[in-house]
C-alpha cells in the first residue's frame, strides 16, 4: 500500500474530510534513529497530521509543525511543502514514558508555521492543554480558524494513519447537527482499519449511509531536503576564528543531517571557499 491522501465531500452536508494512510514515508522517517516507541508513535501521529492539515490550509510553500516544552520529550517537529513531502524528527533528554502528550512533552506549545513562497510568513501557538496531539490540534483549529474541526491520529511502529472532519466555511444553520453526526461515525473508526484497509472501504464502513463525493488520492512522500549547499552555508556563519582552531584539529568538519542521517565532510579548501563566496570573493585576504 502505497502512502496515500484521500480528499472526500458530503453531500448533503457542508462539512469536508481527509484520510491519510503512510507506511513507507513513516518508516524512512524513523530509520536510522533509535526512538523509544512512544516517541516513533508520537512522530507517526504528528506525520499523519501534518499530512492532513497541508491539505486543509490551503497554502503553497512549506510548513513545520512543531511540539517544544520542558518534558523528557524536548521537541518534535515535522516540516512538509504543499506537495505532500514530509521529514520529521524529535529529540529526547530522558526516557519518553508512554502516556499523556503533557507526560511526555511536560509544559510546552504546539507551534504551526506556514512560510509561502510568496506573501508572509504565518505563525499559530497554542497550549498543550489537552491529552493528546489531536486535541491540541483541534484548539488549534477553533482558535485561528474558527471552523469545527476534528482529527484522529493512530500509529503503531509499522503504520501511522489519521482522518480529518471540518465544517466548510459557509456553512448553514444545520451544520451543528450535521457535524455532529458525521462526528459520531467517524468516531467509530478503529486504528487497525485505518493500517490494514484500503482507504475506500473505511470510507465506506464509516459512511454507508451518506452520500460522499471521494477525489482521487495523492501521495506523500517522505523527502529531506538537506544538501551539501545548504550544509556548508550553515558551517560558514559560524565563527571564522573557531573554524580555523576546529581545521587546525581535525583535517575537515563533519555534518550529520538530524532529519534523514545523510553525513557531509568538508574539509580547509571547501571552507575558504564557501568563505570567499560569502564575502563577495575579491576581499579575501588569507
Ligand atoms: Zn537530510
Known amino acids: 500500500m502505497t502512502d496515500k491522501l484521500y480528499r472526500y465531500l458530503f453531500d448533503q452536508a457542508d462539512v469536508r474530510g481527509e484520510l491519510v494512510q503512510l507506511n513507507e514515508s513513516y518508516q524512512q522517517m524513523i530509520a536510522g534513529h533509535d526512538y523509544p516507541a512512544p516517541?516513533?508513535?508520537?512522530?507517526?501521529?504528528?506525520?499523519?497530521?501534518?499530512?492532513?492539515?497541508?491539505?486543509?490550509?490551503?497554502?503553497e510553500g512549506e510548513i513545520a509543525v512543531q511540539i517544544q516544552g520542558d518534558g523528557p520529550l524536548r521537541l518534535m517537529v515535522i516540516n512538509g511543502t504543499?506537495?505532500?513531502?514530509?521529514?520529521?524528527?524529535?529529540?529526547?533528554?530522558?526516557?519518553?514514558?508512554?502516556?499523556?502528550?503533557q507526560e511526555m512533552v511536560g509544559k510546552g506549545h504546539l507551534v504551526?508555521?506556514?512560510?509561502?513562497?510568496?506573501?508572509?510568513?504565518?505563525?499559530?501557538?497554542?497550549?498543550?492543554?489537552?491529552?493528546?496531539?489531536?486535541?491540541?490540534?483541534?484548539?488549534?483549529?477553533?482558535?485561528?480558524?474558527?471552523?469545527?474541526?476534528?482529527?484522529?491520529?493512530?500509529?503503531?511502529?509499522?503504520?501511522?494513519?489519521?482522518?480529518?472532519?471540518?465544517?466548510?466555511?459557509?456553512?448553514?444553520?444545520?451544520?451543528d447537527v450535521e457535524f455532529e453526526h458525521l462526528e459520531q461515525l467517524t468516531d467509530t473508526v478503529k486504528a487497525e482499519e485505518l493500517f490494514d484497509l484500503p482507504a475506500e472501504e473505511v470510507l465506506r464502513r464509516l459512511y454507508h449511509q451518506e452520500s460522499v463525493q471521494v477525489f482521487e488520492p495523492g501521495p506523500v512522500v517522505f523527502r529531506c531536503s538537506c544538501?551539501?549547499?545548504?550544509?556548508?552555508?550553515?558551517?560558514?556563519?559560524?565563527d571564522p576564528t573557531e573554524l580555523q582552531a576546529i581545521l587546525a584539529e581535525q583535517d575537515a568538519i563533519e555534518m550529520q543531517c538530524d532529519y534523514c542521517g545523510a553525513q557531509y565532510r568538508f574539509d580547509a579548501i571547501d571552507i575558504a571557499a564557501a568563505q570567499e563566496g560569502q564575502t563577495g570573493g575579491s576581499s579575501a585576504q588569507h
Not at 39 to 59: E, N, P
Not at 83 to 91: C, F, H, N, P, Y
Not at 146 to 162: E, F, K
Open 39 to 59: 516517541v516513533r508513535q508520537l512522530l507517526g501521529q504528528m506525520l499523519a497530521a501534518t499530512s492532513l492539515l497541508t491539505a486543509i490550509l490551503k497554502f
Open 82 to 101: 504543499h506537495q505532500q513531502a514530509l521529514r520529521g524528527v524529535a529529540r529526547c533528554q530522558d526516557e519518553v514514558p508512554s502516556g499523556t502528550l
Open 112 to 175: 504551526i508555521t506556514i512560510t509561502p513562497k510568496e506573501g508572509e510568513r504565518y505563525q499559530g501557538v497554542v497550549g498543550l492543554t489537552e491529552p493528546t496531539l489531536a486535541g491540541c490540534l483541534e484548539q488549534y483549529f477553533a482558535q485561528s480558524e474558527q471552523l469545527r474541526t476534528r482529527l484522529w491520529l493512530h500509529a503503531n511502529d509499522q503504520h501511522a494513519a489519521g482522518m480529518l472532519l471540518q465544517e466548510m466555511p459557509a456553512s448553514n444553520v444545520d451544520s
Open 227 to 238: 544538501s551539501r549547499e545548504r550544509s556548508l552555508s550553515a558551517i560558514v556563519t559560524l
